[in-house]
Every structure is written in C-alpha cells, then in structure tokens.
C-alpha cells in the first residue's frame, strides 16, 4: 500500500483529501530515485482545477516516457492544510511520490493566470525552497516557470531560475540531457543555470540587468553573463516536411491522460486539433503568440480520441483548440468522432465555433436542442470597433447565424463581449444591448408563433478588457474600475430601453482583479516586491474571488509607490521599451506596431488563409504560412 | 441482466467519498469494454446501484454495486477484465448474477460486519487525551469494553441532521468478538435499523468517562449481509455463478 505524506488525522480533517493523495488512474507512479532526472510539476492552484491543464498532461508525458526521467505533481495546498502545514513544519510533497519537493531536481511550475502570483510564492514557501531564486543552493530544485504568463515573466522574475519561453515539447528533452551533464559533472548552481541559460527558449533573468528612466520606464535591459543571449526565442513546434500535418505525430501527447480520483474542473478527455489561430483579433494574446496556427494530422486525431478515451473511460471528449472549426479536417474529422461517440456514448464539446450550416448541422447532433444554447463572441456590439479589434465578424453573418440556429430549434443565444477596448465610445458601448435586440428580432421574424417554445433568451456578457503583451493593443490604456463599471450600467440601461427586453438577460463581473491582472501583465521586475509583501500579509488564492484582499494589495501598493497611472492607465509611446521586448516570439513589433495603427484607423487585417499580412512567422516555413492560399477566398 | 460486484477500497482509496466512487465505476467499466445497459435518453447513463456509502477514512473489503448489463462475459472473465483497469487499492473481489427480479443490495441490507483496530500511537492507553488514566492496557479495556456489552440495554442518543433520539445499542449490536487484538462487531445496518461501530465507541468511551478521539480505531469494513428466513445471508450470496 501506498505510504502517504500526511497522517489519517490530518487527511480526515481536511476539505476534498483526495486532493492530496495522488495514486490516479494512469499516474506513472515511478520511483524517484530510480531515474537521473526527477521533476515535480506545479499547477499553482487547487487539484480539481490543476488536472484539467492540458499543459500540464503534455509534460508530464514528456518527462516520464523518458526512462531516465520522471516527473511527479503538486497543487496548491487548499487554505485549510496550509494552516495545518504550516503549524505543524510538513514540508509540501508531491502527490505521486509523497516525496518533499525541495528533494527534487526540478520544480516546473506553469502560470496560466496572473492571479496565481501569490500562490506560487505559497508552494515555494511551504516547500521550504527560498523565495529568492539568488538565496537557493544546491540543496534547492532548479525553479522553472512556463505558461502562457511566462511571455512577459518580468513581476515574478526574482522568484524563479529559469522560465521556459514557449511550447514544451521541444525543448525539455534537451533540459533533461544538460541536467544530466551538469549533475555528472557535479556543476555548481551557477554553472548548470549557466548551461540551461544557453537552451534556446530557456531564460535566466539573474543574468540579466535592467536600468530604469527617472519616470520609472526602462532604460536599459542587458545581458551580463556570456552563457545568457540578448535576446530569448521563443520555442514552438514546426514541421516541414509533411503536406498534410504540421504537428509533428511524434511529440508527446497524453494519449493515456491521468484520470482525477475526485471530480475534476474537467471530467473529461481534452483533444487539441491544431494550435494557435488564424484570425488576429487585436486583443488576443493567444492569437499572437502561439502563431502560426499549425494542424494536428487527421491520423493521429483520430488515434488520440479513441486512446484517450478508451484509457480513461472519460464519457465526454473535449475538442480544443483557439478556432476549433478554423481546422482544416473539421469536416472530415466530425465525420470519423460522430458516430463513434454515438456508439459508444459519449458526450462531445466542441468550443468556439463560427455559426455556419455545417455547424450547426454539428451542434444539432451533439447538444439537446431545447436545453442548450449557441455561443457567439462577438467581442463588441458596434461593426465599428469589431474592425478596431479586427473581429472579422459581420453583423450580417451574426444575424444570419442566429437566424440559422433559430430554424434549427435553438432558442438561446449566448453573447460575450469585452468593454474597454481602445477607442470605444458611448456608442459602440450601446450598441451591445441593441445587438442582442437584433438577434431577439430576427427569432420573432423567423419562427412563427405556433413554433415557439417559450420566449426567446438572449444572454449577453461582459469582461473588462486587459491588454497583454505581445499583443497591437500591448501599448493601449486601460481603464480604471469606475470607467469599467460606468460602462456595465451603460449596458445595463440601455438594455432596459430595448424592444424586446424582456428576452434580454445582461451579466457582467464587477470585480478588483482585473486591475490588479492589468497590472501584472505589463508589469516590471519592480513588481516582485510589491507580490511578496502581499504574500507575506496573507494574499493567496487572488483568483478565487472571496479569497482576494484588495484592500491589502492597495495598502501595499501605495506604500512601495507603485500606480496603476503607470503600469495601467498611460497609452505606452511606441518607442518605450516594453518588460517583455527581450522576447522573440517570432511576430515582429514592427508588425504589432502595423496593427496597433491599423485599429487607430478602423483597418480589418485579413486572416492568415485568406491572405499573409506578414506578421514574420513566414521566415520559419511551417504552418499556414506555407498553406497554398489560392484555394481559399 | 443485473449482476452483483463485490469490491474492496483500501489504503488511500479511503480518502474518496461516495459519489467519486460512483464515478470511478462509471469509467473502470468503460475502460473495461463492458456492455453495459444505459437509461434512455439525451444523455445516458449507466444503470447502477451502490449497497451503501462507506464513511471517509474507513477500508472495506465487503461494498457491493449492482449493475445492469446487456451481455456480459463469465464471471472469471469478467473479474480479470475490470481488476486489469482498476487501481490496486481497488478490486474487484466477487460477483454474482442476479434473478430477474431480485431486490437491489440497498433494500436487502440487515446488518453489517467491522473489524476495528487500534491505531499505532492511538492506542487509549498511551495518550493523545482519548482515555489515558482510564485504561490501563489493552487487556483492561477489553475487560472494560466486554463489560459494558453485557449490559442488557445500551441507552445512547444518536444524532442525526434534523434531530436526536433514543436508540438501544444492545438490541442492535447482533455479535461481538475479541479476534486477538481487534475487536470485531456485527451490527444493524439498513434503513430500518442502522448502527455505525464509532457510536458503540464513543458511547463506551463517554460510559467510562473518557473523551472518544475518533482516530483511536482504523475500522475495516468486512462484510455486508441481508436477511433470508431469519438467517443472515452476505449479499453475494443472492445471486448464481455465471
Ligand atoms: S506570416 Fe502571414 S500567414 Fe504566417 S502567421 Fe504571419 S500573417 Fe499568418
């Protein structure tokens, strides 16, 4: 029987203990010892809500179909156990193992969401590992962050060693070897951060200074160890070879996922179809830094679906990906998963559409009609600022989409928008509530009385805008919460003087976190102490809502001297250097610059397979860029 | 056809509650390519039914699922087939198939079987305030213990989440035994009369003046039975070999 870190008394008083025990179905469950390189993988928050990361399977995978390596997990210990860790000096463990964390050699930690700043601070605090990543000794795991919060890793750049800048399949085999190296070679700490700072993606920011202006802007930001490039590419996965797939078939993937013992965030098995997206809406960080979009082949689709599936024993499968219909087998994919989930099954989801027939041909199949309802994003109600943000969405092809959906049988329609966007006017604010009146038209006008069931819904919601790096918009102003909320009454007024209101239902998030995400995502290596001090007066768990302590945030804040007025509310000059500029991610600023001026001017970009706008991926041959585009108008 | 399983969860598998147990069922016979028979419907779900919930924290080798099936493969077929997908702390240790019209384990429940032993540094003799100074070793309590189940009725209140009442402990505790260093209870279980073994505990503990540390015991339970012409029959034993 498996011996466990925690005794029965602690795990019985505990909220969830499942939590804590690891033991899944279809963990490895291999021996630390036994191999040359251990890891334990963090997913800085809660288990249910950890195990849902894909990310998180990929590497995991990586690692432990290696023999020589493996890699176990740990999540944020609940708020409970803490207290009880921290009473009773427990070192935090990893689940599989139930080994201390500090025992390993690497802690890989992801940063999905800037609000789990604070909670990583926690798993290092209670592993007894030094905040500071200049206080570790060779006692200490190399700290590594990754995820999609790494793209700009400057606020948590004093706690970590190393972050990995981009997709992992490529390098951590390569970080794996020269681990190797260095522990053969009994290198110091220095000289294996040294090694790993030579990994292309791989960045260290000890080697690294920066200088700042007196307004607080960089001044200057600079290699100072000869192992460490003045400019870190991002990684990704590209394939030249092959006409018909531009994901290697070969990289790891979870095709035997790990199966949470308690009901996770996602209770079921998750299928990426291809990676990044076509489009380039303007606020999207995705959209730019996993460019170019690049398929997953047909073949191995359908081979992961039915493997993930039959090792699991999942009833649901999830398809993923920025643009599920944008994949170029969409059609012929559905074609193969239909009718298998039908025999067997099994519930399919399938996120982000566009509304076209074979769409909702689709959606007709694998959803209930009457209960469900069809998802748009238009991201904002006015065809003005959908061409600021370069939303290649019409109102025609949206009215003609519900239209669709409304003869089909749907009578729930779900809008999302975003409020705040750069040069949105009162307007453009109005014109959400008037959308959603539109659509509620169109139901009236297209299904006659005697076929209506009940009354039309149409349920629209807002999220405050945050611009991120590496984005056209990475040099707007952002709003501050009372211009966001005086928006969300605007919605909610001009909501009440439509038509049809009473099929209208409007929701927004009135919360603290979007200054405080505005904040870290362009934030500066000033940051770190501001996150620290915070930690210390008890902030963690920021992204769960009831957990968050503003108030402490804003005291801290103002004490350290630092402003949302500089970090937030200021349009940034093109010629700043922005925290993150270090960064290749392979889209060229000039491009950026390019469309940040084409939103200033209301100028749609078109998209990648209709036509190149020359974003400088192009240079790496692979994905759509290499796409025959005369086929596509 | 209804067949009967009978499982058994140990070791950290004690820390899942019930529901992620049905859960768990759901997909270790998808993963084990069983036909199963499904509700009808837009979404359908597999017919099953537990015996009853086993509390956080306590092992059991005697839980019982009934479950439907279209086909199903001979019962060593079907043994090996679930064990090969299923984690180790889980198995599955028997199974039976069901007459047509055979109840389901949950109303045929009558009583239960548990083996409780004292937990290594838990033991009230030594400390952790659970009757240190009332016991003074193990022979003292069982001699203590035996005492108090001779008593011809066993008055003790029994709480549940609306409200308090009476129960008679001697009329539901069916059989009592020292197996060397464990003490083993047969007991009431069922909707018409249920008795968990930490209220016999804790009500023996509070009858000798001590605090009842609900670690004192790991409890297992053993074994699950329904009633037949007034002799007790384990759950398994409803069915046929197939
Ligand atoms: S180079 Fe052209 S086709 Fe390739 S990602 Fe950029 S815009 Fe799209």
Redesign the interface.
Known sequence: ??K?ALS??I??SVEK??RY???E?NAYNKDPDSVEVNAVFCFPDVYEIGTANLGMQIIYEQFNRREDAYCDRVYSPWTDLDQIMRERKIPLFAVESQRPVRDFDLLLITLQYEMCYTNVLQILDLSGIPLHAEDRTQEDPIVIGGGACAYNPEPMAAFFDVFYLGEAETRYDTVVEVLKACKARNSTRQETLEALAEIPGLYVPQFYQVTYHEDGTIASFTSTNPHAPAVVKKEFCIRKDSESSDMDDSLPYPLRPI?P???GMM?RATLEVMRGCIRGCRFCQAGMIYRPTRNRSLDFLKKAAVSM???????ELNISSLATSDYSDFREFMEFILPYCEE??I?IGVPSLRIDSFELDVMGKIQ?IK?SSLTFAPEAGSQRLRDIINKGLTEEEILEGARKAFEGGWNKVKLYFMLGQPFETEEDVRAIPVLANEIARVYYETVPKEKRQGRVQIQASTSFFVPKPFTPFQWAPMLTAEEFTKKAWLVKDTMREQLNKKSLVYHYHDDNQTELEGLFARGDRKLSTLIEEAYKRGCMYDAWGDHMKYDVWLRVMEEQGITFEFYNYRERPLDEILPWDFIDIGVTKRFLMREWENARAGKVTPHCRKECSGCGMRKYHGGVCIEDKTEIQ | MKIRLKFSKQGSLRFIGHLDVMRYFQKLNRRAKLDIKYSKGFSPHQEMSFATPLGLGLSSDGEYVDIEFNTVPGKEELLRRMNEVSLPELRITDACLLPDDAKNAMSLLEAADYTLKFREGYEPWISRGNGEGVFEGIEDFFEKFEKFLSQPSILTEKKTKTSVKEVDLARQIRLYERREDAVFLRVDTGSASNLKPELVMETFFRTCGAAYNELTFTINRDELYGEESGRLLPLIGYGTDF
């Open positions: 029987m498996r466990l029965d008394d795990l019985l203990p499942s025990i690891g033991g179905y199966v013992l308690s009901r209770d599936l039959e090792s699991t024993g999942y009833d067997h099954k519930n209930d209960k």
